[in-house]
C-alpha cells in the first residue's frame, strides 16, 4: 500500500469523472471506504445496488461511485463511472491494510537445499519448503506454511500462514490461498478386501492455474491417478472440500462448505451456493447456478439455476409436514385411486344426467 | 489445577450440602468424575436429568450430586446442590487435566520488536506474534498459533496451537480458540467484470468479545467494511463458518458444521443445532432456537423453534417418497380437480337425493 | 519407495500369473500405473468394474490387471489375478512418490525432556512434543504438527504437517493423520445457568485404534467423561467431525463433510456418504450404509440403506414443490375429506346403481 490519494487521484485511479460538490476539494485525502449509511465525511462510498439508493441521500461520505444517470441525485461530490460496484471493488485494494513482506527467508523457515526460492520471494517464520519445490518471484509463503517436495508456488502467489501444500502440487501465479487450507491432502481411496479397506495410494497431484483464491480451512484432495485440475480464475471460500480428480472450469465460484466429490467435472462461469454438493462424476454445464444447501445428484446437461431441500418453518408445523413427507408415495396412490373412482362415478352418472337432462341439445354453431 | 479436594472442600467448593452415608467419610479424596454408571468407588458422579434417575440406586459413585429431593434416593453419599448439572460443570473445572503453562515466551516463538506480551503471557514453541500485536495478561499462544498485525489477544484468553489470527483483529479475555482456526481471514466478496472476478479487498476485521469459546477449526472472517461481531459469552462448536460482517449476539450458541453467510444478524441466546446454514442478510430473533441441519433462508420475526428438511427412512422408502416430491405441484392441482369434480356431483346429486329421499323434512328447531 | 519392478517381478509382488502378449517382454520396467483410457505403453492398467470393459480393447497399457475370464479379451499383456480393483489398490503402494523420512528429530522441533521419542522416529521442523508424550518405532511427526502432552502415536503412524494431537490422546499402530486435522480438541459441552453458560471442562480423552486414517482438516473431540473412540481400521475422509464420547465401530468408513454428535455409536463396517449427520446418542446397526446428506435422527436398529432429502430440479419447479412440501399436511387432510366424500357416494349410488342395472345376478360359480 502506498500513500493515500486525494480524490482527485482516486478518481484518475478509478478511471472516474470527479464532479466535485459545491465547496468541496479534490485536494482532500478521504481515509477510507464505506456504506452509505456508515460513510464519514472523510470515507467514499458507492451506490452498487438500486435497494441501497434510498440511502443516497442521507449520505455523509465525501464522494460516491454513482453512473452518470444517478449522479444528479447525488448529495455530495459524485465519482462517475459506468460501473460503481466494480470500481469499489478496484478501490478495495488501494484501502487495503494486510500486511505486506519484504523478500526473503526468514531465519526460522526450513528451506531444502533443493529447493529454489526467488530472491523477491519472502518465506516466513517457521515455513517449510521441501525438496526441489520452486518458489516464484514474489510469492509469499506464510508463516508456519509448508510446500511439499517438487510443489510450485507461482509468482505473487500468496500462502497465508499454516497451509499445507502436499508434494507435487501445482500452483500458478497471482493465487491467494487462506490460512489452514490443504492442497494435495490424499483423496479418499479405498478397495474394499473381506470387510476391510486396502488404501489406494494416490498417485496423482493438485494442478491450480492462475488467479485462483482458496479461502480458509478448504481441502483439494490429490489425484488418485492424474491431476485434480482448478482453473483460472476460480474462487473457493472457507471450508470447500474439492475430493480427488475433480475438475473446475474458469472462472467459476464455490461458496463456503460446498463440496465435491471425486471426479466430478464443474464447467466454466458456474455459480455454486453455500453448502452445495455435488456427487462423484456428474458434469455440471458451463455457466449452472446451484443454490445453497442443494445435493445435486445426476449431471446437470443445460445451464440454469438448480435447487433441492424443503422451506424451513416453525417446527411444529414443520414435522405435520415432514411426516406426511414419509407417506407421499402412499398419498399419490391414494390421490389416484380417488381419481379413478371419481371418472367411473362421472361415467356411470352421464347417462342419469342425460335422462335427468333430456337428450342433449345439437350445438347451433 | 490445585491439589485434589476431599469429600468435604469438594462439597464447600460447590456450594453443596455434603450428607454422608453411614460409614462414609468426609476426608475421602475423590479422583475424579464419571456418569452414575461408570462412576467407581473412588469418583463423584451427578444426577442432572430424570432419564438418568434409574442408574441412582445401583451407583457405585463416592457422593452423588443430586437435588434435596433426590438425595432421599440416594444410596451412597450425597452432596445437595440446587442445580446439581451446574454444579457438575463446576467441579470439571476441578478435575480438568488439561497443561498449565508457565509465563514466557519460547525461544523459538517469533515476535515482532513492536508487539506488546504482557510479561505474565505465554507464547508457545514457533507461535508469531507480528508488529504491533498485544497479548494481555496471563493469555496463552499455543505453539505454532499466530497473532497477526495489530491484533489484540485478552487477559487470560487462550489460542490452542495452530490458531491463525490475522491482522486487526480484537479477540476479548476469558476467550478459548481451539486448534486449527481461522479468524480474520478475508471473507467471500468479488465483483463480476466481464466473467471475471474482481477481489474486494476485505478492509473490515473482527472483534469478538469476552468469554467467548470457539472449537477446532472454525473460521470467522473479517468484514468487507467494518466488523464481524461476536458477542459476548458466545459459544461456537468446531468447523462453523461465519461469513462477513455476521453479528452474533451475547451468549448465544452454535453447534458444530453451522454456517452463517455474509451479514446475516443472529439474536442472543440463540441457539443454533448442527449443521445448520443462515443465509446472507437475514435477522434471527433473540431466543430463537435452529434444529439440526436446517437451512434458514428468511429471517425470523419471533423467538420459537425452527426446522427445515424430511425424515430419513430405508432408501427404498426414501426413493419412493423422494420421487413424490417432485410430483407435488402436480400432485396438489390433482387433488384441486378432484375437489371441484366432487363439489360438482355432490351440488348434482343434491336433488337427485332429495327425489330417492322424498321432501325435505323442515328442521323442527 | 524401492527400485521400480519389471513387469514380472510386479506380477510376482501382486500374485498375478503374467500372460504375455506376442512380441512383449517380462523385463520391461513399467513407469507407473493409469487408466485403461490414459495408459501409456509404459503404464499397467487395471479393469475393476464392469462399465469400464469397452475400454479394454483399445488401451495401450503395456499390461492389464483383469480376471482370468477377462483376460481373453485382453488386447496387451494380462496381469490375472482374482480380484483386479484390489491387485490395483497393492500396486498404488509400490508407485506411490510420497516422500519418505528418514530418523531423527529436525533441530528445529521442541521435543520436551519427559517425551519419549523412539530413535527410528521423525519429528519433523517446528513440530512439538510435549511432556510425556511417546512417539513409537519408525512414526513420523510432520512438520509444524503437535503432539500433546502425554498422547501416544504408535508405531509406523504418520501425522502430516500441521495436525494436532491434544494431551491425553492415544493413536495406535499404522494410522495416518492427514494435515490440519484436530485431535482431542474439546466436546461442545456446557450448562446452561441464568442464560449463561458455564463450560463442562471435557475430562477425557481419544482413543484411535491401529490402521485408521483421518482425512485433512478433521475433528475429533475428546469425551467429556470417558473416551470418544475410533475402531480399528475405520477410515475417515477430510473435513470430518466427530463430536466427544462418540464410538464407532470396526472398520467402518465416512466420507467427507460428515458429522456425528456427541454419545453416537456407529456400529462396524458400516458405510457413511459424504456430508451425512448423525444426531446425538443414537445407535447404528453394524453394517448400515447411509446415503449421501442424509441427517440419521434416530437410532437404526437393523442394518440397510438409509436416506433423507429431496431431489434436485431446475429451481423453478424445485420451488414450486417445495411451496407444497409446506401445504402437505392440509393436503394429506384434504385427500382424507375428498375420500370420505367419495365413500359416501359411492354407498348412497349403490341402490340406485342397483336399481338402474337390474337386481343383482347370482354368482353362478
Known amino acids: 500500500m502506498s500513500e493515500q490519494p486525494t480524490l482527485a487521484l482516486l478518481a484518475e485511479k478509478l478511471g472516474a469523472e470527479l464532479r466535485l460538490a459545491a465547496g468541496a476539494s479534490d485536494s482532500l485525502v478521504p481515509s477510507g471506504l464505506n456504506t452509505l449509511q456508515d460513510a464519514t465525511q472523510q470515507e467514499v462510498s458507492f451506490l452498487a445496488s438500486a435497494a441501497y439508493k434510498r440511502f443516497l441521500s442521507s449520505t455523509r461520505a465525501c464522494a460516491v461511485l454513482v453512473t452518470a444517470e444517478q ?43 533443493s529447493a529454489e526460492v526467488h530472491h523477491s520471494a519472502y518465506v516466513g517464520p517457521g515455513a517449510v519448503i521441501e525438496a526441489r519445490a520452486q518458489i516464484a518471484e514474489n510469492a509469499v509463503i506464510g508463516a508456519g506454511s509448508i510446500v511439499g517436495a517438487g510443489s510450485v508456488i507461482g509468482a505473487r502467489s500468496r500462502l497465508f500462514p499454516g497451509v499445507v501444500v502436499y508434494h507435487g502440487c501445482f500452483i500458478g501465479a497471482d493465487c491467494i490461498v487462506h490460512s489452514n487450507t490443504v492442497i494435495g491432502a490424499d483423496g479418499f481411496g479405498f478397495a474394499p478386501s473381506q470387510g476391510k479397506w486396502t488404501k489406494i495410494h494416490q498417485l496423482g497431484g493438485v494442478e491450480i492455474a492462475d488467479e485462483v483464491e482458496v479461502g480458509a480451512n478448504s481441502c483439494i484432495d490429490r489425484g488418485a491417478l492424474g491431476n485434480t485440475v482448478i482453473g483460472r480464475g476460480v474462487k473457493i471460500d472457507n471450508m470447500v472440500q474439492i475430493a480427488h480428480n475433480v475438475q473446475i472450469g474458469d472462472y467459476s465460484a464455490m461458496a ?3 463440496a465435491v466429490a471425486g471426479s466430478a467435472v464443474i464447467g466454466k462461469h458456474c455459480t455454486i451456493a453455500g453448502g452445495v454438493g455435488i456427487v462423484g462424476h456428474v458434469t455440471i454445464a458451463d455457466r449452472s447456478h446451484v443454490t445453497a444447501r442443494t445435493l445435486v445428484t445426476k449431471s446437470i446437461e443445460e445451464p440454469g439455476s438448480y435447487s433441492s431441500g424443503t422451506p424451513f418453518s416453525e417446527s411444529r408445523t414443520w414435522r405435520r409436514n415432514a411426516v406426511r413427507f414419509g407417506q407421499l408415495d402412499q398419498m399419490s396412490k391414494r390421490l389416484g385411486n380417488v381419481e379413478k373412482s371419481l371418472a367411473q362415478i362421472e361415467q356411470e352418472a352421464a347417462p342419469r344426467k342425460q335422462e335427468a337432462d333430456g337428450p342433449p341439445q345439437g350445438d347451433p354453431r
Chains 1, 2, 3 share one sequence.
Open 71 to 113: 449522479a444528479a441525485s447525488c448529495p455530495v461530490s459524485a465519482l462517475v463511472v459506468a460501473d460503481p460496484y466494480q470500481a469499489f471493488a478496484r478501490a478495495t485494494s488501494i484501502y487495503d491494510r494486510s500486511p505486506q513482506y519484504a523478500a526473503g527467508i526468514d531465519p526460522s523457515a526450513s528451506v531444502a537445499p
Open 256 to 258: 463456503a462448505c460446498s
